[in-house]
């Protein structure tokens, strides 16, 4: 497959481990986040960690859209699609995230709740469109990356004269994520960011320059292959012995300084900034999402159904938070592969691909076994 | 199926549509399977009319084998689910090294399918099991209200013959043993997955949909008993078939991930759609676990067959405790291949 193959070459691969095994002093540890839940996954598929020297440690942050979305807001979502007249459309995704007194979107549609799975925002203004007695909501989650194309379902039901169609609106922003990870001492101290992909490629490189100039953190923007991550550890190695703090730009095939302005200027007019947002695993972080503007007041479900977000509570024995955080690794949670796996989720990190703990689980959890092999040998 | 002279007017098989009637037992429902079945499944069996078939079988071991199909669309680039009915109820007898003999089929049609949709899907099984060789000698229509089917679903059963001194078994694969692949995987997934609305994107990858019987055939002349177990890696793909040997004989395998053939437009749809191949459904592809000493001979004499052409070498068994699948990445790494979670994608069969 071109423009694929390339970015997952075997042999390549080895001559960057090479490269990063013969960089990485032996007498210190290295401490990355990558940020994206699509690097977790690329990791985590490709084996990339058995490339890595044990000294350079990956901390998955927490850059999925699903396990950062706090258990209250699938509360709403579901109390929303139990409303007689409302369709509630949404990424298949979100359908087995836990939600309180062990209910799920899923569970909703199987009592009965109109909730329909879509691959875009586009299917839901068709549903709008041919069945305009429905109250159709779509629920919006994600980080810039799913941002435009929900600011293009707004334009295209105004478009349409559409008066049945509304978001609810979860769309969160990636730097204010990673300045409260830096700002919160959790005693995991992170030495640089495999920085993101897809999010970059729609806001450019400029948003992260404060984590180099303000918090002394290298971040180097990688692709979602595994070339491109492993090219990205190198580099942030680089950066750490040379005694040097730089946005980097590896993705250079998508990323450009500036982003995409058509697309920052759309979400620009239709989005505002709350005050506050509520991060799974990270509590509430100032600025760190987007709401409606007024002016598109009428798509904005919480408003047409005056929806309020009560507070909801994790399972005590879930360590969602714990690992989103990077406090924690999927295997260190009691819940892990025990209660909690894919097909009974405990916590939204075991829901997601991207999420750590279902990574670890469909790819990596060979390794707990290595590792004690290991030791006892 | 009874034998009946129904009398009245025929089928417009060309407009008409399945009404409740075709499946009340009277007159409209012999019409039915007189003009429909009968003409598509042309056996000496069926044609007796009874409500059973009746045949001689040899002496030695039997394998029975059922399968329910509800493939969305019911037709899709390379088959439909008719074939689907006929490949993969054979197929399972054929994992067991069985000589399929005969078969059976019950359809669950929706009141207002078309007729000449109901016919093809005949014509199509009739096609399959004359093909194979193996006969729809017994069978039952029932029609449901509209919307309480989705067009129709299809039922069969098939028995078969086990050669004397087989029992392959999902339990009898050993550290040491080979893990052969009969050829390139997720043809069929990606082929139903470019027909389903909302989804639908160009491709030209066909369903692989084959009976395998006679490649079984040939394999057991080649390797008999030295052949563990066979599966075809239906719905969850090659990941979950591997997953059933591990369990079942409480070994872990290994699987080099070069060595899977994925043909280029599979390996490309997948990507798109963020599958992994080794989930994705097959219908006309087998894993056998053999003896290290029988393998290349095995590989050998399924490559000679056209249904093993692409016959691969793609890992071993291995012991672990834990019953693990791993496989080393074409990237260079280890990983686990575990069974989908969740539904990757509803009624592919």
Sequence with gaps: ??????????????????????????????????????????????????????????????????????????????????????????????????ASGGSSLMKAKA?????????????????????????????AIGFETTTPPTALAIRLAQKKGLKNFSIFCNHVLTPAAMQAILDTDNGVEIEGFVGPAHVSTVIGSAPYRRFASDYHKPVVIAGFEPLDVLQAILMLLRQINEGRCEIENQYRR??????????????????????????????????????LREAYADYDAERRFAMETKPARDNPACECGAILRGQKRPQDCKLFGVACTPETPMGSCMVSSEGSCAAYWAYGRFRQYQNEARKAS | MNKHEPGGRKLDLRNGRVELSHGSGGRAMARLIGEIFYAAFDNEWLAAGNDQAAFDIPAGRMAMTTDGYVVSPLFFPGGDIGKLAVHGTINDIAMAGARPLHMSASFIVEEGFPLAELKLIAESMGEASRAAGVAIVTGDTKVVERGKADGVFISTSCVGIIPAGLALSGDKARPGDVVLLSGSIGDHGVAVMSKRENLSFDTEVLSDTAALHELVAAMVETAGDAIR????????????????????????????????????????????????????????????????????????????????AQAARIGEIVADEHCFVQMTTAFGGGRIIDWLSGEQLPRIC
């Design chain 1, 1 to 98: 497959m071109k423009h694929v193959d390339e970015y997952r070459d075997g042999n390549l691969a080895r001559a960057i481990a090479q490269r990063i095994a013969a960089e990485a002093q032996s007498d210190r540890q290295y401490r990355f986040m990558e940020f994206c839940g699509g690097h977790t996954h690329a990791i985590s598929r490709y084996g990339i960690e058995d490339l890595l020297p044990e000294n350079i440690r990956l901390i998955h942050g927490p850059g999925c859209p699903v396990c950062v979305l706090p258990m209250g807001r699938i509360d709403d979502a579901i109390r929303l699609a139990a409303r007689e007249e409302v369709t509630l459309c949404t990424y298949a995704d979100l359908m087995r995230v836990p």
């Design chain 1, 111 to 139: 009592n009965g709740a109109d909730i329909r799975m879509v691959y875009s925002t586009l299917d839901a203004i068709a549903i709008a469109e041919k069945e305009p007695q429905r109250q159709v909501v779509f629920f």
């Design chain 1, 254 to 291: 998508a990323v450009t300084e500036s982003g995409n302005a058509k697309a920052i200027d759309e979400v620009a007019e239709i989005f505002d900034l709350r005050e506050a947002f509520e991060w799974r695993g990270l509590g509430e972080i100032p600025h760190s999402a987007l709401k």
């Design chain 2, 229 to 308: 177990l066979m599966r075809d890696p239906t719905r969850g793909g090659v990941a979950a078939t591997l997953n059933e040997i591990a369990h079942q004989s409480r070994v872990g395998v290994r699987i080099d991930e070069k060595a899977i053939p994925v043909a280029p437009q599979v390996a490309a749809a997948c990507e798109l759609l963020g599958l992994d191949p080794l989930h994705v459904a097959n219908e006309g592809k087998l894993l056998a676990v053999v003896t290290c000493e029988a393998a290349d001979a095995l590989l050998a004499a399924m490559r000679a067959h056209p249904l093993g």
